[in-house]
């Protein structure tokens, strides 16, 4: 079995990224399968800038299994491609509330799952990038945001 352990992508923003002024935290994700919506998260991320000053790096992690057992959903794959069969409904990405500097999430960039073999003791990464179609799913939700 495979556990989903973490997740790396890159974010656009709209503006250029003042970390002095923006605050940015992603949590809470949905995915569907079968007609069966999934919640999930991640207790822990890290956020670095990019090249690009308007664009930031996440590696969320520390997958959050209590609140992913709310919908049934234990982040664990016989392949870690199953989840590629998997369509998301919502990746959300705090960027304030209303007296805070605005700052809005243009385009997902790109988005890397990280799996770890739960079938051995020696850690061995496994890394796949979201399908086109997952990609093209979450940016449909920030451009409806």
């Not at 002024?21 to 999930?40: M, N, Q, W």
């Not at 959050?64 to 369509?87: I, N, Q, R, T």
């Not at 809005?104 to 051995?120: A, Q």
């Not at 997952?134 to 451009?143: A, L, V």
């Amino acid at each position: 079995m495979y556990k989903l352990t973490n997740m790396l992508f890159q974010l656009k923003m709209d503006r250029k990224i003042n970390p002095d002024i923006h605050y940015l935290s992603p949590g809470g994700y949905e995915i569907e399968k079968d007609g069966v919506t999934y919640k999930f998260d991640f207790c822990q991320s890290n956020g670095n800038a990019a090249d690009d000053d308007t664009v930031v790096v996440f590696d969320v992690y520390d997958f959050d299994e209590e609140y992913a057992k709310e919908s049934g959903f234990v982040g664990e794959f016989k392949d870690p491609k199953d989840l590629l069969g998997y369509c998301f409904k919502d990746f959300f990405v705090f960027t304030g509330e209303d007296n805070d500097a605005e700052i809005n999430v243009v385009e997902l960039l790109d988005l890397t799952f990280r799996f770890s073999n739960t079938e051995t003791t020696k850690f061995h990464p496994i890394y796949l990038k979201a399908s086109k179609k997952q990609i093209e799913q979450i940016n449909e939700i920030f451009k409806n945001n």
